[in-house]
């Protein structure tokens, strides 16, 4: 809703192999780094083993599940229980195994998003995107912050214009700030860390900027909802730099604004 509404990227990171299966696709084993890196490894590391190494595991083709406190026993593929893992079968096992990790075990947790994902988007419109292409989407971009594009899609609000002195000196110091410090600057004011996928005339409000008046102790604020900055008009450059970088490096959500 965020992202559809807003045009605004969630800090949401979804693993490669989820979003694979929202696109109606089956992860193979490639995917299962991003899931579980130390059963990849684990796995990998069996097509070096001898035979004999394989067979002192005991391993047949058969995976312990958990569930609620319970184990139990499933089978890769039918009768797996009294099939043994050899030298001549282990790769059909390590893709099984990787299958159930990926696909079988999260089978039902992926339909339950995806059937919610699909009452509110086309499945043919998703259809159009990799899985690299849809995470941008949905997160948008991880890049620096376009300034020159941000501040052609603000408004300004109270007394303050695009010529208005503490306006420069904001737009000053926001261009002196490191790339990490800006992604933090638009997370306070929009919630998120990230650049809309359009661009900043796609946000939905524009970021705006309110004079919150002429008392130089007070520190800004934001109404994330409206992706308002509520800026008090500091008068020297120092002063903006040290409260707007105390804001956004303090963590503080809802309880600064």
């Not at 509404?5 to 109606?24: H, I, M, N, W």
């Not at 941008?136 to 109270?158: F, M, P, W």
């Not at 996928?197 to 004079?211: E, M, R, Y």
Request: proline share 4%.
């Amino acid at each position: 809703a965020v992202v559809s509404t807003q045009s605004t990227g969630v800090d949401l990171p979804l693993a490669p192999y989820f979003l694979e299966q929202l696109l109606g696709s089956t992860a193979d084993i490639n995917y299962l780094r991003s899931l579980d890196p130390t059963l990849y490894r684990t796995l990998l590391s069996l097509r070096n083993y001898t035979a004999q190494e394989i067979a002192d595991l005991e391993l047949g083709f058969v995976v312990d599940e958990n569930t609620l406190g319970r184990t139990a026993n499933i089978e890769l593929k039918p009768g797996g229980s009294s099939i043994k893992v050899t030298k001549d079968n282990v790769i059909e096992y390590i893709h099984l195994v990787a299958d159930h990790r990926l696909n079988r075990q999260t089978r039902s947790h992926c339909r339950a998003f995806t059937e919610g994902l699909y009452s509110v988007l086309s499945v043919e419109w998703l259809g159009m995107f990799s899985f690299a292409e849809l995470h941008l989407l949905i997160c948008g971009s991880e890049s620096d912050i376009d300034l020159a594009d941000l501040r052609a899609n603000t408004v300004y609000y109270g007394v303050y214009k695009e010529n208005h002195q503490c306006v420069e000196i904001f737009w000053e110091v926001l261009g002196d700030l490191s790339p990490k410090q800006r992604r933090l600057f638009l997370a306070f004011v929009t919630s998120s860390d990230r650049t809309p996928l359009l661009g900043f005339s796609s946000l939905n409000p524009l970021f705006a900027v309110h004079s919150a008046g002429e008392d130089e102790d007070r520190l800004p604020t934001a109404s994330t909802c409206m992706n308002l900055l509520k800026l008090p008009e500091y008068r020297s450059y120092d002063v903006m730099k040290s409260k707007l970088v105390y804001v956004i490096e303090s963590g503080a959500g809802f309880e600064l604004s």
